[in-house]
């Protein structure tokens, strides 16, 4: 029962509607064997995943981002789209849409690589680690990055899209937020130890992609480290903000919210 209890709670929190799946699952076919219960659940899940899930998710507004990469637009790991964490309200699906378009027939070699959006369903369960992602209004973005040649890589240096600072050293106001918030920096290990060899930052790109979506009406919130901003030659910005001590760095992704 405990270990049901301890599955279930980790699909919720992970994917949300798997802890459900789990649930039924265990329920319809109680009385198979282990081997064919995870079987049942593979395919209930993968049922759930691409037809009931988007189904409901119509219901309360939620659509989810495009699975594949196109020529505008990308996940940076398949994952995002395997847990069901890729749904935005409609608003900010159009917006994100309508800026990468902007974005890519400017940039015809770049185009917007997104991290975790939302959840489908529900606003009540939390999308851990991050502090707003439950209300389908915010959105995780790579920045644009290059190689070592100067040509532009797609994705993002870190296998799951979290974990791969633009600078290692911690600026000082960094260290000062790791002491009032001891995870502040624990995305580092969503990194996983192994980045994917040469990504550097597009600083040109990824100023001109920040600007695009800024000027996006609906989009009231930038989240980025203020050595960033300043870096960027963002400084003037007003909806560029710091995200504050309390969430986690954001200077191996940024992360925009519409009203
Ligand atoms: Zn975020």
Request: hydrophobic content about 40%.
């Amino acid at each position: 029962m405990f270990r049901r209890i301890i599955v279930f709670l980790l699909l919720t929190l992970l994917t949300q509607f798997g802890g459900v799946v789990y649930l039924i699952n265990g329920y319809l076919f109680k009385k198979w064997n282990f081997l064919n219960r995870i079987f049942s659940f593979a395919l209930l899940y993968t049922l759930s995943l691409l037809i009931i899930v988007p189904l409901l998710a119509k219901i309360v507004d939620r659509v989810p981002l495009p699975a594949h990469n196109s020529e505008y637009i990308g996940p940076a790991n398949y994952m995002t789209i395997a847990l069901g964490r890729n749904y935005v309200k409609s608003d900010l699906y159009e917006l994100i849409i309508n800026a990468a378009v902007k974005f890519g027939d400017k940039h015809p070699d770049a185009k917007i690589t997104y991290l975790d959006a939302g959840f489908a369903l529900s606003r009540y369960i939390p999308m851990y680690p991050h502090k707003s992602h439950n209300s389908g209004k915010s959105l995780d973005l790579a920045f644009i990055y290059k190689n070592e040649e100067g040509a532009i890589i797609h994705g993002s240096p870190s296998w799951t899209g979290y974990g791969i600072f633009t600078k290692e050293k911690l600026t000082k106001r960094q260290q000062k937020c790791l002491k009032e918030n001891g995870l502040y920096d624990f995305t580092k290990y969503f990194g996983l130890g192994i980045g994917k060899g040469e990504y550097k930052l597009e600083g040109r790109l990824t100023q001109d992609l920040i600007k695009t979506i800024h000027r996006e009406a609906k989009v009231n919130k930038i989240f980025i480290e203020p050595y960033l901003k300043a870096s960027l030659g963002l400084s003037k910005f007003r909806k560029i903000k710091f995200q504050g001590c309390d969430a986690v760095r954001h200077d191996d992704h940024f992360h925009i919210e519409i009203e």
